[in-house]
């Protein structure tokens, strides 16, 4: 039902459908369950430490990537949907990038040790599951090209799509 309808012969696993719904959203999940958990915690900003942000530039800069990672995957989600494969649990992740923007764009003159730690350990998660997708869907490319007359959504450009979020 999530992505039943991709029947890919793509040996080994994880199956494309595995990561859409269940490897690659779990980043998103742990993101929206720690901040969940750290806003319980911690009310008042007195007990979060505050740090200074870098130069106004590099603060545009990752603002504009994660605003870049958010279009992306919803541009994924789209094409998905569009060649009817399937979108998995992939919704998530835009939603915990939307978080992710909200913060950044709340704590734009200081930032808190505590939410600079939770957006690094999100990045990295996300980073290494996008990775692993990659590979994946590099191995989809070779083993099962479409081209554009075959395909509304070929897999050369779903994994240019998930390697443009990778990085």
């Keep these: 039902m999530l992505c039943t309808s991709r ?3 793509l040996p080994g696993s994880p199956s494309t459908c595995t990561l859409d719904a269940a490897i690659v959203p779990l980043p998103s999940f742990c993101l929206i369950v720690i901040l969940i958990a750290t806003l319980r915690f911690y ?6 430490v505050k740090i200074t942000l870098y130069s106004r530039w590099l603060h545009i800069v990752y603002f504009v990537l994660v605003i870049a990672a958010f279009a992306m995957s919803l541009l994924e ?3 998905l949907a569009a060649e009817h494969l399937g979108v998995g649990l992939l919704p998530i992740t835009p939603v915990a990038l ?3 923007m909200i913060i950044i764009w709340k704590e734009r003159k ?7 730690s939770i957006l690094a350990f999100y990045w990295l998660f996300l980073a290494i599951v996008q990775t692993v997708k990659s590979v994946r869907l590099h191995l989809l490319e070779e083993l099962n090209p479409t081209t554009k007359n075959d395909s509304n959504y070929p897999s050369s450009d779903w994994f240019l799509d998930n390697v443009v979020m990778r990085v």
């Design 7 to 9: 029947r890919f012969p």
């Design 43 to 48: 009310t008042g900003n007195e007990r979060l």
């Design 77 to 79: 989600i789209a094409r």
């Design 98 to 100: 939307l978080i992710a």
């Design 110 to 116: 200081t930032r808190t040790r505590t939410m600079a």
